[in-house]
């Protein structure tokens, strides 16, 4: 049962985004078990919640954050590791003085170092110099951080995207037709409050922005960022097929839509360009060859002065915000002495 549960807990592991949400509430569950005692491992109900907020403590020393997943999202957890396996994982930790919950942590900080890797090369690499190629390979070769991905592509699509957008100083004018001026006056209050018009501006102008809908590590299939000028974007780094593109265009309310993806086939592009009722729908498909060649282009081309520090600058900013840099073990874990641990797992 042990060689079990420990399975369950390495595919756990192996699955878990960086900010390793799911093992960090195992170790902490083991961790209560382990030194207070006042729990049943084999009674759920008795940690189920409760070992939310154990983690949460834990997450917001190490990483600045919690997670913001949906609660069913979060118990699935219970699904991969169920109740006997956590009493065999218990069992083995007691005997053993937190060798299970030393061994998920270092996990967790062996994934973090090759995320400080990545890190450096993004914050310690000049534009003449800067291959978002190999950024991009940086997670896609290392195992601990493939999972994670999907939030790269995000933030290296949304840094160029919004970059270009300032710097091209582009704006957004709203207007009502003059005829409809008798409907305006009725619902002035509703265009003042939603659209900023009323009788004595018909019109507002606006800078054009790209936004990302949210940091979360819930695996959904929604909207990912939007413009300001009506386009629905969608990130996938995977390749693009029909079955994944239809799921895009199912899942998104809105009649322009911008996949961004790792590859597509011609044929597929045309498929779903004359599908019916897909024809309006899909704006666009830019894959990673058409970022790599505009990244090189902001870097090294003609306007790199004006636009590579400022795009660097960027994709910085947005790594660090989403991959927090963890040097060392916080000190809620250092009194725990798991570095006295010898016993293997």
């Known amino acids: 049962m042990l060689k079990a549960a420990k399975q369950a807990l390495d595919k756990v592991i192996t699955k878990s985004r960086i900010h390793f949400y799911k093992p960090i509430q195992i170790a902490e569950i083991l961790y209560r078990d382990r030194t207070f005692g006042d729990i049943d491992l084999g009674n759920l109900e008795t940690y189920r919640t409760k070992s939310k907020a154990w983690r949460d403590e834990v997450c917001i020393a190490l990483l600045g954050r919690i997670s913001t997943s949906s609660a069913k999202f979060q118990d699935d957890l219970f699904n991969a590791i169920p109740p006997q396996f956590i009493v065999e994982l218990g069992k083995f930790n007691r005997e053993h003085n937190g060798a299970i919950e030393s061994y998920i942590y270092n996990k967790f900080i062996g994934k973090y170092i090759q995320l400080n890797n990545a890190l450096d090369y993004c914050l310690n690499t000049d534009k003449a110099s800067f291959e978002i190629s190999h ?12 999972r994670s991905l999907d939030k790269v592509y995000e933030i290296i699509t949304h840094s160029l995207f919004d970059t270009l957008a300032q710097t091209l100083e582009l704006s957004i004018t709203l207007s009502i037709n003059q005829d409809k ?14 659209m900023c018009l009323d009788s004595n501006n018909l019109f507002t102008t606006q800078k054009a922005r790209i936004y990302r809908v949210g940091v979360t590590n819930a695996a959904d299939r929604g909207l990912d960022m939007y413009a300001n000028w009506g386009v629905a974007i ?15 265009v199912s899942h998104i309310q809105s009649d322009r839509i911008i996949i961004v993806c790792k590859e597509a086939e011609k044929s597929i592009i045309l498929s779903l360009l004359t599908q019916i009722g897909w024809r309006n729908k899909i704006q666009s498909i830019i894959t990673e060859s058409h970022l790599i060649a505009w990244y090189e282009k902001a870097m090294r081309g003609k306007y790199a002065n ?10 910085c900013l947005e790594i660090t915000e989403e991959f927090p840099s963890v040097k060392e073990l916080p000190e809620i874990l250092k009194e725990r002495h798991y570095e006295n641990i010898k016993d293997e797992f």
């Open 135 to 146: 950024f991009i390979n940086l997670f896609w070769y290392e195992a601990g951080l493939k």
């Open 234 to 248: 969608q990130i996938k780094h995977l390749s693009l097929d029909n079955e994944l593109a239809e799921s895009i």
């Open 181 to 194: 001026l008798n409907i305006l006056k009725e619902f002035e209050d509703f265009a003042k409050s939603v």
């Open 306 to 315: 004006l636009l590579g520090d400022k795009l660097l600058e960027a994709l």
